[in-house]
């Protein structure tokens, strides 16, 4: 079950869906804190990915960025990944891109539409104020991200 503001991006996913119709090429899924359905889906051979999440740093609450993240192969011996990436169910995100890096499956396109959380305490299920009102420019945004990723695809740019 997700916490407090860490509903942001399922609820991102569901008033998306509630708003525009289903295109062809476009799989939305809401992962909750599974990495491994992350690494599941990508194993399929998806060229693009938008991770919608709340993610701390330190900024006003609900505030939005759109992140292209740099993920960096890690040099560790077979032991050492195994190690590292041994949990995948709990993996963050960063955990999860890093693993996909190594195994030669992270998408050209890949976005973070991140929103800073109000909290993320446990037992606590409700949504902050400002994070729900930060919800429809989250999905003008996501629409925006789709549509790039569609237009640059069709072009062949990456």
């Known amino acids: 079950m997700l916490n407090s503001d860490d509903a942001f991006g399922p609820l991102v996913i569901q008033d998306y869906q509630q708003k525009h119709s289903p295109q062809p090429g476009l799989r939305l899924m809401e ?3 599974g990495g491994i359905n992350i690494i599941q889906e990508m194993l399929l051979g998806y ?4 991770l919608i999440d709340a993610f701390e740093e330190k900024l006003p609450p609900g505030t939005l960025r759109v ?14 990944q195994r190690d590292y990436f041994a949990d995948t169910h709990y993996a963050t995100p960063t955990r999860v891109l890093q693993f996909l890096k190594n195994i030669g499956k992270l998408p050209k396109y890949l976005r973070v539409l991140a929103c800073e959380p109000s909290s993320l305490e446990p037992c606590n299920l409700e949504l902050s104020e400002v994070v729900s009102k930060a919800i429809p420019e989250a999905v003008q945004l996501l629409q925006k991200l789709i549509g790039n990723y569609f ?3 069709k072009s062949g740019a990456t």
């Not at 060229?47 to 938008?50: A, D, F, R």
């Not at 993240?69 to 890690?74: G, I, N, Q, R, S």
């Open 31 to 33: 992962t909750g804190i």
């Open 47 to 50: 060229e693009g990915l938008v």
């Open 67 to 80: 992140l292209e993240p740099a993920v960096e192969k890690l040099e560790m011996s077979p032991q050492q």
């Open 151 to 153: 237009q640059h695809h």
